[in-house]
């Protein structure tokens, strides 16, 4: 009787050792690791090893190898189609001493110099649970989900038979295996305290061709008055836009733009830009990175500069909603991630108030912020005198806002558009 070695995963159902005198040792980072830790230890010539997930009643526990297959490592594999494969498979029976002279100058223990593998058509392996995410918090699925070894998470606008028919290896370090050009599908290890999928070390990718679900658009309009022109001109191009108008109240503007979309995530679009022809609104959130927000470039004409201020931006619809009780910029008050492509051409100077207002805004957000390098460049050119119509209105707004912090004035009365409109009528009349 050979010598048999179970390696005992957590977090999965264990299937009693078949064989008498099993030594049961603790899954360490690979099953290469967990040989080498163990291999003085063997006594026969040949050694059965395989993982506590795997039921053995199918499998025929007395085979011996062919004298011409006597140094090769023997490993059987899944070919159900409910089971999950791979050739890199979880029951194995190794010969000694040739795994002993080959273990020195072995990386991964598929380099072994002679692996038979074996298919079966019914070699049971513990199913891996299957579990939708929404996009807008994939975290809240993986964390209220069992703790299983590893989990199956998908988008919830994909069908389930999208869902590849494979198993995990564990020949190597445990990895996070994704699918797809936007990662709606992946087989995830159990890690604990996961912030974001990029926490996890090692992630392996594959190509699968599937529909992705494009984001809402929602054109979000105060006073502005180009908004009927552009919104008209928007939805021309792009029919799936919608618009929430008048509503008073940045953070209530926003959150009734995310009641308007029926996706996850929705991009915001201002009355007072122009949206370049490149920009085609096919941009997907990270599914592997935490939820947030995402902003892209626009390019100032007044004081020529190009950062996210006024761009549009690809909202989290939940992050929205939560945002109860913001900082001075709405959007920074949740995490945020930059996307440098050129989304419009920025229209501020249509009025001399919103010339003003725009620039008494930012200039009061950017003078609040820890200077950088950036903040202070952006500043400036705000402070300059630009080109355009109203362009004086642009500085005006940019040198009040300066002298309002001066004044030790409380920076929050610039979210409120109605005092800010006041405010302008008594210092411009």
Request: aromatic share 16%; glycine share 4%.
């Amino acid at each position: 009787m050979f010598d048999s070695v179970q390696v005992r995963f957590k977090n999965t159902k264990h299937w009693p050792s078949p064989f008498a005198n099993t030594r049961e040792v603790p899954f360490v980072e690979s099953y290469l690791t967990v040989l080498k830790s163990l291999i003085e230890d063997i006594n026969t010539e040949y050694f059965w090893f395989f993982a506590n997930f795997m039921d053995l009643k199918t499998m025929d526990l007395d085979y011996i190898p062919e004298q011409h297959q006597k140094n090769q490592i023997h490993v059987w594999y899944n070919t159900h189609p409910l089971g999950g494969i791979n050739k890199e498979g979880n029951v194995f029976l190794i010969p000694t001493e040739a795994f002993k002279k080959q273990i020195g100058s072995l990386k991964y223990l598929r380099d072994f110099q002679d692996i038979n593998y074996h298919a079966h058509d019914n070699l049971f392996q513990n199913l891996i649970a299957k579990t939708t995410f929404k996009l807008k918090d994939p975290y809240l699925a993986y964390h209220n989900s069992e703790p299983y070894y590893y989990k199956w998470l998908f988008n919830k606008d994909l069908d389930l038979k999208n869902i590849p028919n494979f198993f995990p290896s564990y020949w190597e370090d445990v990895k996070l295996y994704t699918w797809g050009k936007t990662n709606d599908i992946m087989l995830v290890p159990h890690k604990e305290n996961l912030k974001q999928f990029y926490d996890i070390d090692r992630i392996v990718h594959f190509d699968l061709d599937y529909e992705v679900k494009p984001m809402d658009i929602v054109f979000i309009s105060y006073d502005e008055p180009g908004a009927e022109a552009r919104y008209n001109k928007l939805k021309k191009r792009f029919p799936r836009a919608k618009w929430s108008r008048g509503v008073i109240g940045q953070t209530l503007a926003y959150m009734a733009g995310a009641l308007m979309s029926e996706t996850d995530y929705f991009f915001a679009v201002f009355p007072k830009i122009d949206i370049v022809d490149d920009f085609q609104f096919d941009f997907q959130p990270d599914r592997l990175k935490h939820p947030c927000h995402y902003i892209f470039n626009c390019y100032n004409k007044v004081i020529d500069c190009t950062y996210g201020h006024d761009g549009v931006i690809l909202y989290n619809k939940k992050l929205v909603m939560e945002t109860t009780k913001p900082g001075l910029d709405f959007t920074l008050s949740q995490p945020v991630q930059t996307v440098n492509v050129l989304s419009a051409i920025n229209t501020l100077d249509e009025t001399p108030l919103l010339a003003w207002r725009t620039a008494f805004r930012e200039v009061i957000k950017l003078k609040l912020q820890k200077p950088t390098v950036e903040s202070n460049y952006r500043l400036k050119k705000w402070l300059a005198m630009g080109k355009g119509k109203n362009a004086e209105w642009v500085n005006k707004g940019a040198l009040d806002g300066v002298e309002f912090l001066a004044q030790g004035k409380d920076p929050y009365m610039s979210y409120d558009f109605i005092w800010i409109k006041k405010y302008f009528e008594e210092r411009h009349g």
